[in-house]
């Protein structure tokens, strides 16, 4: 046995493999595919929701981080459309890869939204239309996800376990590119 020091240290090794049981919910490929498509995308609110809901899951954003991600914030570097230095959990400084189908759904809502500055996901009214300039309640997008899991019989599923569904796909498939961009 170690003494509690060493254990400790050990433990704070950036990279070290965790073994245990996973907790909470991640989506298949075919799962994952079928959420992303649920949105209606005729509508505005229906291009909106399938942004956020591939930024969640070909990003593994979490809300907080979804929701203050601005225009000005894609950036594409080295032939690669990134949001550098996201702020995270525990203000860790992180740059986000985004892959290009997840690219593709937030120009298509940016285009039919008309928005060319400031945040990227705003409110969008029964009647489909802005109607201010952010998202400030994180339980929205709570609801957003819970509505089209419910929509395609996928039960229980929050936010958080779309991010652990980017950890699973991007660990199992080696890339990011299992998102499709129809």
Request: proline share 4%; net charge positive.
């Amino acid at each position: 046995m170690l003494d509690p020091a060493t254990a400790a240290a050990i433990e704070r090794v950036p990279g070290v493999e965790r073994r245990g049981t996973r907790v909470g919910n991640w989506l298949m490929k075919d799962q994952a595919n079928a959420l992303l498509n649920a949105p209606d995308p005729q509508t505005l609110t229906g291009q909106r929701d399938r942004a956020i809901l591939a930024v969640l899951l070909g990003c593994g954003l979490r809300r907080a981080e979804l929701l203050r991600i601005n225009v000005e914030n894609l950036q594409q570097r080295e032939g690669r459309w990134v949001l550098p230095d996201m702020t995270g959990k525990g203000k860790r400084i992180r740059t986000v890869t985004v892959p290009a189908g997840v690219k593709a759904r937030i120009d298509a809502w940016l285009s039919a939204a008309g928005i060319t500055t400031g945040r990227i996901f705003r409110p969008v009214n029964k009647g489909d239309v802005i109607v201010g300039t952010e998202i400030r309640d994180e339980k929205a997008v709570w609801r957003l996800v819970m509505r089209y899991a419910k929509a395609t019989d996928l039960g229980k599923l929050a936010p958080h376990d779309l991010r652990r569904t980017w950890v699973f796909l991007t660990k199992t498939a080696k890339s990011q590119f299992w998102l499709l961009a129809r």
